[in-house]
């Protein structure tokens, strides 16, 4: 043998080499690969090689064998208000507005505070984990609370840095929210999980000048802009009333459309404004479960894939889902996209993985670090065993995914290469604590 | 002690006395109840009564205690085509003609026969079982096959006299296909848990002729019919291009608009065509995951609840759905109702409970036995598990069923008070046994 060759063929030392049936990278897009393996490394992707090519490339300190298994990215679920899963199923059958104004606002000014958010958010971070979802972009008061049981959960999150001209018992008015969130941002600007957004919550929420702070803060920091935009026909028409001009109309006036901003729902778009929020390079977060369950509407997402415009999926908050379940959502964004457009070649399980994932990684300015197997991208994972007996025969991976698996079949998530769920379980979150304290609230919300 | 009193108080001997945190029993409507007893005896339910009540008036041989947990009447596919869970996922992301006339016909030109629907309809048994369906009205080719898996499964079915214009390799030509099917309801009249309903496939696949005689037979033998209806808009302007008029009208100058009409699918009606199903006591099978997957639409179930027509849930075959799963189609009824008619208050949780069990079986003229919890009824039950730490909080046992839990919280699934479903595994139907004969069938399929 070579000296040359026998040099070259020397295996590099990596920390974990995962072995599944199959791996769907989402980048390149729509493949699904079978016999490969990917080795990780100081919490990132090395690569992802054919199978009998990594026995010579890597010598592991680990071996994860996933028969019957597929790989992939972490799910990134690009809405929801996490701490919200403490009034999962509070009020259901009622229409957004009454759903806001009689049952959630009045039990929120109530009980709201830290205890509830930390409680409310480490419930919502194993319910995701457990489903497969690694990021998770949050809006909601007392994002400090969120921050602590993102890091006990070891879950990579985007904290909402959220603004709302009404007083809360977290701040008094929209300055005061935008200066707590912007503190908060410098006291864990260090924390490799976690990142930021500004979050004002909705058009019929937020003042002129608060939106033009946001505007100005989100181009100085290179923030995204997360809010509700055109979730209802009613907001439409109450801005009309108010603004004399639509919500997203008085967006563009204000300068907030622009590659920052994620609008969220985006239920109610003339063909104009879809055309708008792609030349602008807007992101959306497609809610399906909780535009339907409010009655809010089926948005045009046909319309939406064609015009190219990026999106990615989010639960919402438990109250109007009621599950943080991406697989949940990533069916319910093919169906009522085929069903409302009458297209079933619409939203096919390809893209729809792609928008679970790297589509939402995108709209968070993130993926150039999440979102796919890239080498070089950070290790989150999720593994799902499609080889159940209740779900064969499977005779292609990522519709079986889409259409058939749910997260009961997810094994295994991992965050920059460490696993933070296995069996069903999150690693760091016990079942008892959480259970315990979840009935402490729910005690409380019933008194 | 009086003598008489005590005669009174000497507690009745039963077979099974379940104990679950609440019981909904769906008649009376709308209501949830704890604290209460379901007592069942040789397979009929004897009395639901308050907990302390039943310690004094049964004597049981057995006691079910289900604490965390809700019992239902067992949930009643009213459409499907069994067998074809082994075409689970076998083209996805297709319209329904193309779906049909390149994927799904050819293949069952070249697969089926009495083998496959034995091995598909187990599979089938299996999985909904473990979902808590307890009945299923299928139509499909050797009904004498699904029957023998029905059997063997221990569950109750209702066997599609299929008829259809075309040959295969079950029967040459429509008469043969009624000639066989009669004789079939024939040879198991006797078996309790089997009955049968007239199955033309569809009015583009059934000629005037073979309808009349099923119009007749239906009379004469009192059988439900269950058929494809205004499933597509291209099945209604086809039809007004070869026969003059919409599909509903065909079926109604050929004496088929009457009580034993299950209408499946029912996608596309105009609002004179509510009424006239209304009017003539029919009922709808509503199939809304195949319905948006395929692209077919989705029915306006707002109108159809208002007009207070009876309808039941179905799940389609597994190649069209992908999942024979009544929990994830009462979640996509509600969802589908609220976003396409803009009101959340619609098909709320109880209506989709009640659709789930009594509809179906009012449809199929079996609400008399089963569909409900009301004393002397068949013990066909379910029970779910509401307390997994990944659902909580539940304010309320019934939107919980509907809006959060899923088929994997399902616990027990009960036949004439005998369980045939525990711990997610079906009794009578082994797992590596089913597992082989899938892995065959797919592997044919895939040669």
């Given at each position: 043998m070579e000296p040359a060759a026998f040099h070259e063929s020397r295996p590099t030392r990596v920390d974990l080499l995962i072995r599944p049936e199959w791996i769907i990278p989402i980048e390149p897009a729509g493949i699904t690969l079978s016999g490969h393996v990917l080795a990780i490394d100081k919490g990132r992707i090395v690569d992802l090689v054919p199978q009998n090519e990594a026995t010579q490339r890597f010598q592991p300190d680990e071996t994860l064998d996933l028969p019957g298994q597929v790989l992939l990215p972490g799910l990134i679920n690009l809405h929801t208000h996490a701490a919200m899963s403490l009034m999962r199923g509070y009020a259901d059958d009622q229409p957004l507005m009454k759903w806001l104004t009689e049952h959630i606002w009045p039990a929120e000014a109530r009980f709201v505070g830290p205890d509830f958010v930390r409680a409310g958010t480490l419930l919502a971070c194993a319910e995701m984990l457990r489903g497969g979802i690694t990021t998770f972009n949050d809006m909601y008061f007392f994002p400090q609370a969120a921050a602590e049981s993102a890091r006990r959960a070891g879950m990579r999150a985007v904290l909402g840095l959220i603004a709302i001209e009404f007083p809360s018992a977290y701040a008094t008015d929209a300055d005061d929210y935008l200066a707590k969130g912007l503190a908060l941002r410098d006291t864990l600007?260090?924390?490799?999980l976690l990142s930021f957004c500004l979050a004002p919550h909705a058009p019929y929420t937020v003042a002129d000048k608060t939106f033009e702070k946001i505007a100005t803060l989100g181009a100085q920091l290179e923030l995204p802009v997360h809010m509700h935009l055109h979730e209802t026909q009613q907001e439409v028409s109450d801005s009309i009333k108010?603004?004399?001009?639509?919500p997203l109309q008085r967006m563009q006036r204000l300068g907030?459309?622009?590659?920052?901003?994620?609008?969220?729902?985006?239920v109610h778009l003339e063909p104009t404004e879809i055309d708008l929020l792609l030349q602008h390079g807007c992101h959306i977060a497609h809610c399906p479960t909780s535009n339907m369950k409010l009655g809010s509407g089926i948005p045009d997402m046909a319309a939406i894939q064609a015009h190219g415009i990026n999106f990615g999926l989010g639960t919402d908050g438990a109250a109007s889902n009621n599950r943080l379940d991406l697989f949940q959502e990533m069916r319910h964004a093919a169906l009522a996209a085929k069903g409302s457009s009458?297209?079933?070649?619409?939203?096919d399980a390809h893209t729809i993985l792609r928008a679970a994932t790297l589509g939402g990684a995108r709209a968070l300015g993130q993926d150039d670090r999440i979102g796919s197997l890239l080498p070089g991208k950070c290790a989150d994972l999720c593994a799902i065993r499609l080889d159940d007996w209740l779900i064969q025969?499977?005779?292609d991976p990522a519709s079986h995914l889409v259409y058939v698996a749910g997260r009961e079949n997810v094994t295994h998530t991992l965050i920059d290469g460490k696993i933070v769920m296995r069996d069903g379980l999150p690693i760091h979150i016990p079942a008892p604590a959480l259970r315990s304290a979840v009935a402490l609230w729910h005690n409380r919300l019933t008194s």
């Amino acid at each position: 043998m070579e000296p040359a060759a026998f040099h070259e063929s020397r295996p590099t030392r990596v920390d974990l080499l995962i072995r599944p049936e199959w791996i769907i990278p989402i980048e390149p897009a729509g493949i699904t690969l079978s016999g490969h393996v990917l080795a990780i490394d100081k919490g990132r992707i090395v690569d992802l090689v054919p199978q009998n090519e990594a026995t010579q490339r890597f010598q592991p300190d680990e071996t994860l064998d996933l028969p019957g298994q597929v790989l992939l990215p972490g799910l990134i679920n690009l809405h929801t208000h996490a701490a919200m899963s403490l009034m999962r199923g509070y009020a259901d059958d009622q229409p957004l507005m009454k759903w806001l104004t009689e049952h959630i606002w009045p039990a929120e000014a109530r009980f709201v505070g830290p205890d509830f958010v930390r409680a409310g958010t480490l419930l919502a971070c194993a319910e995701m984990l457990r489903g497969g979802i690694t990021t998770f972009n949050d809006m909601y008061f007392f994002p400090q609370a969120a921050a602590e049981s993102a890091r006990r959960a070891g879950m990579r999150a985007v904290l909402g840095l959220i603004a709302i001209e009404f007083p809360s018992a977290y701040a008094t008015d929209a300055d005061d929210y935008l200066a707590k969130g912007l503190a908060l941002r410098d006291t864990l600007a260090d924390d490799p999980l976690l990142s930021f957004c500004l979050a004002p919550h909705a058009p019929y929420t937020v003042a002129d000048k608060t939106f033009e702070k946001i505007a100005t803060l989100g181009a100085q920091l290179e923030l995204p802009v997360h809010m509700h935009l055109h979730e209802t026909q009613q907001e439409v028409s109450d801005s009309i009333k108010l603004h004399g001009v639509r919500p997203l109309q008085r967006m563009q006036r204000l300068g907030l459309l622009n590659p920052n901003l994620i609008a969220v729902h985006a239920v109610h778009l003339e063909p104009t404004e879809i055309d708008l929020l792609l030349q602008h390079g807007c992101h959306i977060a497609h809610c399906p479960t909780s535009n339907m369950k409010l009655g809010s509407g089926i948005p045009d997402m046909a319309a939406i894939q064609a015009h190219g415009i990026n999106f990615g999926l989010g639960t919402d908050g438990a109250a109007s889902n009621n599950r943080l379940d991406l697989f949940q959502e990533m069916r319910h964004a093919a169906l009522a996209a085929k069903g409302s457009s009458r297209d079933a070649t619409v939203l096919d399980a390809h893209t729809i993985l792609r928008a679970a994932t790297l589509g939402g990684a995108r709209a968070l300015g993130q993926d150039d670090r999440i979102g796919s197997l890239l080498p070089g991208k950070c290790a989150d994972l999720c593994a799902i065993r499609l080889d159940d007996w209740l779900i064969q025969p499977c005779f292609d991976p990522a519709s079986h995914l889409v259409y058939v698996a749910g997260r009961e079949n997810v094994t295994h998530t991992l965050i920059d290469g460490k696993i933070v769920m296995r069996d069903g379980l999150p690693i760091h979150i016990p079942a008892p604590a959480l259970r315990s304290a979840v009935a402490l609230w729910h005690n409380r919300l019933t008194s």
